[in-house]
């Protein structure tokens, strides 16, 4: 008896809560957008908003939209991988003009989405399709071009003639930021050793710091990162230790302003930006891939480079950009290009 | 009917059901006083969180998917609990349990009728293995199980990061494991509803269509079965009996002939089991896949806040399971439609979630104190064995 009451009083309440709360306007759920506004919402991978790195970046896109462009923004964010065609339907349900997944992790579930809900606009971050829908855009980088940057910096600037790489978890989209870099150490200095290791993590701060400090006691004094908030524990690492950290996706010199050396920009705010302000025209270019690299402005070194790099250097730099925007340099992306690429040194 | 007399004279369910339920309103209230202070009409997001959970059948089959997992993991949590053992090692056992179901579906070619059976024992063996590690640790070497769990998560993380990247098991392009065969599905006409003619049917039929949107699937029903197994298990069988003697008390019941060390070991590999059976269901019904893990997902962290919140009994996991799928599935929605940050959301849920707690661990503090009361009551009275003295 008292067990079934247990669950009939459960229920109750539970019903009695729900009451009320419906009756304070659950309708206005269904409909944010107001007439005539373009809204756009995105779903984050697991590194969630806060990430330090491109889930941010993604969202300051977006914020940049809405007070630009007014354009209504909103966010979901994912905790795990099973979330993630939930959270898309979430904002299929919530009229969205158009819902961006950021990172490659939700590929094969936003494409499945899009197949799903051909009237529904989408785009995503970091995957290439090889057969794209009408009503989907990839965006992707190419990440080794920067990474090639600061790796000349870091080749150039070390002194120790070790420097190091903590990468986030080990899969293509990472190892183009550690070959690219790989690759501008030994250009910069051939004698230089790089230490690479990877966190198995974007969250793991504490890994990163530990990574970077033992990085650091083996002699080295440049550590870059493209590891989302694991990179906050490398950067910790180098301002106890006095070193130098290199920061990834935005300019990361605000985390610590003395010991972020430069940072290996990714401007994913810039591209989400720049497709909200297509879509707010009325244009909407589906079934393509766009890349940003060098020579579209969707990647760079960080504006606050100049405050520690001396200009000689960054003259260099600037001179194989000019390289990498011709075509004259091939940045290596890979296990297989970077040995192709050493070998051609 | 004595039965019914016995739980009357205890007087505790009573009050421990009034204080659940009033913690449950309380921590709405606390809840919504933090939005309030925010800046946000609490009424608006309460609705737009239950609209958001009971709008659309879709939106109830998703909560229920949600809750299927968690119940299973809180099962785990809850069965290592009534032995005195403390799981927080659901977390590790449920990736063990899921890699395992992803080789034993993509590889094993039988009929469905078969394979759907054999890929939930292989995750159940699995979560089973890796929860005995730190069981019989514990009994061999009396290291202590909160200790060695955590340690053990880690290990089945990255185990799980490593084994995807092995050429037999990776998928060329993407950063996850091959894709279980059909025949190891267990969602609702999970492979027809994606096929052309599918997803006419599903535009024509908008109600069908719209609850086939979601990964419905059969994981409740194995979810709902092994909470009526673990009911069984812990009140009507010797095993039960001899498991819960030991987490009362190990010295009386090594006295009483209870061979401890067994029971240690035996208790923490059906906890294992169970959280194994989570990740099983988990790849049957919804992703079919293991995915490179950045982080802990909290299939398994979340199971203890669930048997927490169930007061460590069955039906109070499956109950709060529901309750926690629902505050999981429902809390994403309120961001994009009120725009409230995330954090605040979190610290909404997170108090909502607290005040559940609180009763049921105030009643545990409680049973420790008395404990010495209810020990010797229990080893003088084996008659209780099979009683209600403790249970739902």
Do not use: C
């Not at chain 1, 950290?245 to 010991?259: F, H, K, Y």
């Not at chain 2, 007399?5 to 309103?25: D, E, H, M, N, Q």
């Not at chain 2, 190990?250 to 070991?265: E, L």
């Not at chain 2, 709060?320 to 629902?326: D, E, I, Q, V």
Request: no cysteine; charged share 15%; hydrophobic share 50%.
């Amino acid at each position: 008896m008292n067990r079934f009451k247990k669950v009939a009083l459960m229920m109750g309440m539970l019903l009695a809560v729900m009451a009320l709360g419906f009756a304070g306007g659950g309708s206005q759920a269904a409909t944010p957008a107001a007439e005539g506004t373009v809204s756009i919402a995105m779903v984050t991978d697991v590194g969630g908003i806060n990430d330090q790195s491109f889930n941010q970046s993604a969202w300051e896109g977006l914020q940049r939209a809405q007070s630009e462009l007014g354009v209504k923004v909103s966010y979901v964010e994912s905790n795990q991988s099973a979330d993630y065609p939930r959270n898309l339907e979430t904002l299929v349900d919530s009229n969205n003009d158009l819902i961006w997944g950021i990172g490659f992790l939700m590929g094969d579930v936003l494409l499945a989405e899009a197949q799903n809900n051909p009237t529904q606009k989408y785009a995503i971050i970091d995957v290439a399709y090889a057969d794209t829908p009408s009503n989907l855009i990839g965006v992707v980088f190419r990440e080794q071009e920067p990474s090639f940057l600061v790796g000349y910096i870091a080749g150039k600037m070390t002194e120790s003639n070790k420097v190091g790489f903590v990468g986030g978890v080990k899969f293509a989209l990472i190892e183009k930021f550690e070959y690219g870099f790989r690759a501008g150490v030994a250009s910069a200095n051939p004698d230089a050793e790089v230490y690479v290791q990877y966190a198995e993590s974007f969250t793991d701060a504490a890994a990163g710091k530990a990574i970077a400090t033992q990085f650091y006691q083996q002699g080295a004094d440049i550590v870059f990162h493209a590891a989302g908030g694991v990179g906050d524990g490398v950067i910790e690492a180098a301002r106890e230790q006095g070193r130098w950290a290199i920061g990834v996706d935005r300019d990361q010199n605000d985390l610590a302003p003395e010991n972020v050396l430069t940072s290996a920009m990714k401007r994913v705010d810039n591209a989400m930006f720049n497709v909200a302000k297509e879509l707010a025209a009325g244009r909407f270019a589906g079934g393509t891939t766009v890349e940003y690299g060098l020579a579209e402005g969707g990647v760079g070194i960080a504006p606050s480079s100049n405050k520690h790099v001396p200009a000689d250097i960054l003259a260099e730099v600037q001179q194989i950009e000019n390289r990498i925007t011709t075509g004259a340099l091939q940045v290596p992306f890979d296990m297989a290009t970077f040995e192709a690429f050493m070998a051609a040194q | 009917m004595s039965q019914l007399l016995r739980l009357r004279r205890t007087l505790k369910f009573p009050r421990a059901l009034g204080l659940t339920l009033i913690s449950i309103v309380l921590g709405f209230f606390v809840g919504a006083i933090v939005l309030l202070v925010a800046g946000y009409n609490p009424l608006e997001a309460y609705g737009i969180m239950i609209f958001g959970v009971f709008g659309l059948p879709r939106y109830i089959s998703y909560t229920i998917i949600i809750a299927a997992p968690l119940i299973l993991t809180g099962l785990s949590v809850t069965f290592a609990f009534r032995t005195g053992l403390f799981n927080i090692g659901a977390e590790g056992q449920f990736i063990a349990g899921s890699i395992a179901a992803v080789i034993v579906g993509h590889f094993v070619r039988l009929p469905i009728i078969l394979h759907v059976p054999l890929v939930f024992v292989s995750a159940m063996v699995a979560g089973a293995l890796w929860g005995s590690i730190s069981g019989f640790l514990k009994a061999r070497y009396g290291v202590h199980e909160v200790i060695s769990t955590i340690m053990l998560n880690w290990l089945a993380l990255y185990m799980n990061n490593y084994l995807i990247k092995l050429p037999f098991l990776h998928r060329v392009g993407t950063e996850a494991s091959q894709k279980i065969q059909d025949t190891a599905r267990i969602d609702i006409l999970g492979v027809w509803k994606t096929s052309p003619e599918g997803r006419e049917w599903r535009m024509e039929n908008p109600f069908w269509g719209d609850i086939l949107r979601s990964e419905i699937n059969l994981g409740i029903l194995f979810a709902l079965i092994a909470a009526m197994v673990v009911w069984y298990i812990i009140n009507r069988t010797t095993l039960g009996y001899e498991l819960r003697a030991v987490g009362y008390n190990q010295d009386a019941a090594n006295y009483g002939g209870i061979p401890v060390k067994k029971s240690m070991t035996v208790s923490m590999a059906i906890a294992g089991a169970l959280a194994g059976a989570a990740g099983g269901i988990q790849i049957m019904g919804v992703t079919q896949e293991i995915t490179v893990l950045a982080a802990m997902e909290g299939n398994g962290f979340d199971g203890i806040a669930v048997s927490l919140i169930g007061a460590n009994t069955p039906i109070g996991v499956v109950l709060s399971g529901f309750l926690f799928g629902a505050l999981r599935y429902g809390g994403t929605k309120i961001q994009p439609a009120l725009g409230a940050p995330r954090e605040l959301i979190n610290i909404v849920m997170g108090t909502i979630v607290y005040f559940i707690a609180m009763p049921n661990l105030f009643t545990l503090l409680q049973e420790r104190y008395f404990s010495w009361k209810k020990k010797r009551l229990d080893i003088s009275l084996p008659k209780e064995a099979g009683g209600e003295s403790k249970n739902v």
